[in-house]
């Protein structure tokens, strides 16, 4: 049995600082692993105690008469160290500390962490500063929180990995009050040893659970984290994330654009979209999504039917399902026929969608009937119900008829609760049924149904088979002029305009007629990274404009730096071509390609997203190149929009790849590189890197 294992399923337990009275916080363990059934041996160690819950009580960890698989530790910081050290001599498997006064305190405590770990030795650690774990599918609870105390514990597919201990608490008790039932909770906080990765990796195994929630404030080890994931993914176990922090810039001294648009929060959609994980923009939807996800229903289209028996509540969901990107068509001609057979008169509105049925609440037998003909319909793909007012005094009559809907197909069947009513929640939960209490919450959950399963994927080209790089030779140190940024990366096969360094009025003259009529005039400087903020750049300058225009610009460029420059780069012209950024992004995470829409309105616009390079030495594909350019809010400017030229798509894939692949070949070398903009061109024409921002380390340091 692995650590992981054994600690969330022990066969015994030794609850070292016991106390005798179940009313305290050291006196919970005991009582809870006695109220929910542990099976297994259980040690109280308390010197000032013989007996706990007619249990024996054991004066210090040496008395025990097994080593324990695992311990719960409920002394002080101080007293811990010495009690894990104990703990790990006598065998113990993996041991759960409680105490607080570790990192979160700062450099004390850290010191004091790091001594924890040592103690440990091969001893796995759950914490420090947690509130510990309670297995639910075997009725395991390991934690002195008042959140387990409750009589009923249900017990569920959705296990929930937590930093946070008190938002493990608050969601399980949320959970409870709604009839969420979860397999596994588990609170990491500080993660001195075992953290979000390891328990992600055991879930991925674990028959009880079917969806993965996970409360994140950083992920320490991504490497492992990734692989984690990846492995959930592949048995087929949604992952989804509530990340905090999202606040956070983390590039305000960034040299280049890609800095600025690349913060920590981006990086986290990046890692999660290359990892399959769900992202919920609320904290509700940690519980929403998971239950949606639970029921394992397939979505097949994204055509939904919304029944209500209010209208207002009605026009809510569909509202909020239409900002989620699906669809509310009318019934058809052979479904609405079908639901008229099931009313008479004229209070019905069965030509629209939302389907107002306005008696349904107070007649089950009709609002099997309208759940029959809605879920058997071609015409849709999933069905919303909506509980009013008239429903939730009788939910039980409500879930059973939505229940006896489910054996009809494998369509996708959620609720949404008009009024406060937690009862209907639990009832409907109980039942197999997502139920939501805000309308903005049905259309996340569907929306994470089809991501999970989507049955229309956006065509992309195939993957030419993947070609051996050469080696290139890259001697440059230190930041590199935008000249020697665009030579690096046409080395590694990312073309650049055609221009000319020049250092005189002369020499630019003579560089205007070999590129013009009409030219690009810039400074050349690798101190100066944003040259137009300093007067640096001139565009569609003519031949007999140059030397007027070198002038002035050296005089602004003076005013603005105080000191002179030196030279200048001549460029062509490029037109009718679409800017983009493209840019290289380190972080703890891991490396990035920053893709989006480019030029000097990049940072306003922001339109952009992160391709995180792969750790396993593989290379990015033409297809995930693609996928995320369909992300972008102006791909259909690439696409050819009111009648554009389409882009040169397939040569900015090129460009992209290219890019990533120089990228992975400098490693650590390589602190900073981004084109913007990079010219794509009208189909056929093929790209090419106007602006060029390269660093290279001068020592080949690691990355920090």
Not at 191 to 207: H, M
Not at 217 to 231: G, L, V, Y
Not at 305 to 320: M, Q, R, W
Not at 585 to 593: M, T
Request: glycine share 10%; proline share 6%.
């Amino acid at each position: 049995m692995s650590g992981v294992w054994q600690l969330l399923r022990p066969r015994s337990v030794a609850v070292v600082g016991a106390s005798a009275d179940p009313a305290k916080t050291a006196g919970r363990p005991v009582a809870y692993l006695r109220k929910h059934g542990f099976e297994g041996a259980i040690y109280p160690v308390n010197p000032k105690a013989t007996e706990i819950d007619g249990l024996r009580c054991y004066p210090d960890v040496r008395s025990l008469p097994h080593a324990p698989e695992v311990a719960i530790v409920l002394l002080g910081a101080e007293r811990t160290q010495q009690a894990i050290r104990e703990l790990a001599a006598i065998g113990t498997g993996a041991a759960i500390v409680l105490a607080s006064g570790y990192s979160e305190t700062g450099a004390e405590g850290a010191r004091r962490q790091r001594e924890l770990r040592e103690a440990a030795g091969a001893m796995r650690i759950l914490g420090p500063n947690t509130i510990g774990l309670v297995n639910l599918t075997d009725r395991i609870t390991l934690s002195a929180s008042a959140s387990p105390m409750a009589d009923q514990l249900v017990s569920g597919p959705v296990g929930l990995v937590s930093q946070s201990g008190g938002i493990l608490g608050a969601l399980l008790s949320r959970g409870g009050a709604r009839g969420v039932g979860f397999s596994k909770l588990i609170s990491t906080s500080n993660e001195v040893d075992l953290d979000l990765a390891d328990f992600v990796d055991a879930l991925a195994d674990d028959p009880a659970t079917r969806v993965i929630a996970l409360y994140v404030e950083s992920i320490r080890n991504p490497a492992a984290f990734r692989a984690a994931a990846r492995k959930a993914a592949k048995a087929g176990k949604p992952i989804v994330a509530f990340k905090i922090g999202r606040s956070e810039s983390g590039a305000q001294a960034a040299a280049s654009h890609t800095g600025a648009l690349a913060g920590t929060d981006a990086m986290y959609d990046a890692l999660f979209e290359e990892t399959g994980i769900i992202r919920a923009q609320a904290f509700s939807d940690l519980l929403d999504i998971p239950a949606a996800l639970a029921s394992e229903r397939r979505l097949g289209g994204r055509r939904i039917a919304v029944l209500t028996s209010t209208g207002g509540a009605g026009t809510l969901v569909a509202d909020c399902l239409g900002l989620a990107g699906f669809d509310l068509p009318a019934p058809d001609a052979r479904t609405g026929a079908a639901l008229r057979t099931l009313q008479t008169g004229d209070h019905a509105a069965l030509d629209r969608n939302p389907i107002d049925v306005t008696l349904a609440g107070l007649q089950p037998d009709l609002l099997r009937g309208a759940v029959r003909v809605l879920l058997e319909s071609d015409g849709y793909d999933a069905l919303v119900v909506i509980v009013g007012s008239s429903a939730v005094a009788q939910p039980e009559l409500m879930a059973d008829a939505l229940k006896a809907s489910l054996a009809l197909n494998a369509k996708p069947v959620v609720a949404f609760i008009s009024p406060h009513a937690p009862r209907a929640a639990t009832v409907l939960s109980g039942y197999g049924i997502a139920a939501f209490q805000a309308p903005e919450s049905v259309g996340a959950a569907l929306a994470a149904m089809w991501r999970v399963h989507p049955r229309d994927p956006v065509p992309v080209a195939p993957d030419a088979p993947e070609q051996a790089r050469p080696p290139v030779a890259c001697p440059e140190r230190g930041a590199l002029d935008e000249s020697q940024a665009k030579a690096l990366f046409a080395r590694f096969g990312v073309p650049g305009v055609r221009e000319i360094v020049v250092h005189s009025a002369a020499q630019a003259i003579e560089a205007a007629r070999q590129l013009g009529p009409r030219v690009v005039v810039k400074l050349l400087s690798a101190d100066i990274m944003h040259k137009s903020d300093v007067g640096g750049v001139a565009i569609n300058v003519a031949s007999e404009e140059i030397a007027s225009r070198l002038d002035r610009m050296s005089a602004d460029v003076q005013r603005h730096t105080g000191a002179a420059p030196r030279a200048f780069l001549v460029q062509e012209m490029v037109s009718g071509a679409a800017e983009m950024i493209l840019g290289f992004h380190r972080d703890p995470l891991g490396s990035a390609v920053l893709l989006g829409m480019g030029g000097v309105v990049a940072e306003l616009i922001r339109d952009t997203t992160l391709l995180l390079l792969p750790d396993d030495g593989s290379a990015l594909t033409a297809r995930q190149v693609e996928a995320a350019l369909r992300r972008l809010k102006t791909w259909p400017l690439l696409e050819g929009y009111r009648g554009r030229e389409r882009a040169d798509v397939p040569a900015l894939v090129g460009a992209v790849l290219a890019f990533a692949g120089m990228a992975q070949s400098l490693g650590d070398r390589l602190v900073e590189a981004e084109i913007n903009p990079l010219f794509v061109k009208p189909l056929g024409q093929g790209v090419c890197a106007a602006d060029a921002i390269a660093i290279l380390r001068e020592d080949g340091s690691e990355f920090r």
